[in-house]
């Protein structure tokens, strides 16, 4: 079992910052790839980011591209999503995920993802 707990979220003006994180349990955290996902009120929810367990290898949504950053510090079994430039569109509930499968190359799909956070609220003012 994995367990997963986001941190970070917030109210922020646009063209602000947010740091994301989320905290994994177990001693496995490093074999495994992970997401980030949003979901917007009346919307499905959609990929963000994800990154390989080496975190050489990562993956972008193209609306965050050149915006957001993930990256993982696997001696602290976390996984970080740094926000820049932040819009009013990315308003939504960001929900970390863990893909025991595919650690190598990270999949931009939710259906790899075994394991999920509860979601943290990110809400961009105009």
């Known amino acids: 079992q994995v367990q997963l707990v986001e941190s970070g979220g917030g109210l922020v003006q646009a063209g602000g910052s947010l740091r994301l994180a989320c905290a994994a349990s177990g001693r496995a955290f490093m074999r495994y790839a992970m997401g980030w996902f949003r979901q917007a009120p009346g919307k499905e929810r959609e990929f963000v980011a994800a990154?390989?367990?080496?975190?050489?290898?990562?993956r972008y949504a193209d609306s965050v591209k050149g915006r957001f950053t993930i990256s993982r510090d696997n001696a602290k079994n976390t996984v970080y999503l740094q926000m820049s430039s932040l819009k009013p569109e990315d308003t939504a509930v960001y929900s970390c995920?863990?893909?025991?499968?595919?650690?190598?190359?990270?999949?931009?799909?939710?259906?790899?993802?075994?394991?999920w956070g509860q979601g943290t609220q990110v809400t961009v003012s105009s």
């Open positions: 990154i390989a367990w080496s975190g050489l290898n990562t």
């Open positions: 995920a863990a893909d025991t499968a595919h650690y190598i190359v990270p999949q931009t799909t939710s259906g790899p993802y075994n394991y």
